[in-house]
């Protein structure tokens, strides 16, 4: 919970607001094109609520709305936006970073170990790969648990 407490706390700092605005932003950088749809499974909202997320992200100039298939809309970051990513994206790896300093390089790696082998065992289907890894750096994440296991 500290490391979650953490970790919401400084992202929503670097947003500038809290909620699902963070995820969303990782999440549309790391999958753009993607319909509002994919974006509320992710972070776990409704339509609606993810709607209303997408229009305050557009608001905040970091979002904008693009064509999607069929009826569908997709949603793509502006370059403000991708920059608002990458703030959050630094600002969580400082706040996981900070938590990690009292641990040596060898209890590092063995708690990367434990934890890739949590989140394999909470990963079931693709949907899950999206909602567990929405405030991953995905560029960083090599080797990915949770991918691995839905593959």
């Known amino acids: 919970m500290a490391v979650g407490d953490a ?5 929503e700092a670097a947003a500038g607001f809290g909620g699902a605005a963070a995820g969303a932003l990782v999440t549309v950088e790391s999958y ?6 994919t974006l509320r499974r992710a972070l776990g909202l409704t339509h609606p609520g993810a709607v209303r997320l997408v229009d305050r992200l557009v608001e905040q100039g970091w979002m904008r709305r693009e064509p999607g298939e069929g ?12 920059r608002i990513a990458r703030r959050l994206l630094a600002a969580r790896m400082e706040a996981v ?14 708690l990367e170990q434990l934890l890739e082998k949590l989140l394999a065992s909470r990963s079931h289907e693709r949907a899950d790969l999206l909602r567990l890894c929405r ?6 994440c090599v ?3 949770v991918a691995a296991a839905v593959a």
């Open 7 to 11: 970790e919401r706390d400084i992202t």
């Open 32 to 37: 753009p094109n993607r319909s509002i749809e």
């Open 71 to 82: 009826r569908q809309v997709a949603v793509v970051l502006t370059a403000a936006g991708r």
């Open 97 to 110: 970073g900070d938590f990690l300093t009292p641990l040596s390089y060898g209890e590092r790696r063995q």
């Open 135 to 140: 405030l991953c750096e995905r560029r960083v």
């Open 143 to 145: 080797g990915c648990p």
